[in-house]
């Protein structure tokens, strides 16, 4: 298995990972050793959950179910995400409106005063 990832010009590091007890040799970009391990970790954590919730299911569906599961969760982070980056934008747009009001208003008194 190997990390898809577009790193040019990166060195691979072998990383040596475990799923569902089977061991695996996984390359991945230097550096993004403690990612790839944090991943397998949450996996592993999500595949212990379906198992104690589904134990009719065999490991190819429970880790079919972690994995739809996980996809979810990224899913739902993305979308929280956007919605806070729109009333982020929302707000700033907001702030820069009364600036520019404010500042408007002190040009037209100023321009009255020369008058």
Do not use: W
Request: proline share 2%.
């Amino acid at each position: 298995m190997e990390l898809q990832r577009s790193y040019i010009m990166t060195q691979m590091k072998s990383c040596t990972v475990k799923l569902l007890n089977k061991t695996y040799e996984i390359k991945c970009p230097e550096g993004e050793e403690p990612n790839l391990l944090l991943a397998v970790q949450k996996l592993n954590n999500q595949i212990g959950i379906n198992k104690k919730k589904a134990k009719q299911l065999d490991e190819f569906q429970i880790l079919l179910l972690a994995a739809l599961d996980i996809s979810h969760e990224l899913i739902l982070c993305k979308n929280k995400q956007a919605h806070q980056q729109h009333q982020v934008t929302q707000f700033i747009n907001s702030l820069e409106n009364k600036i520019n009001k404010m500042v408007g208003g002190e040009m037209v008194e100023r321009l009255s005063e020369l008058d």
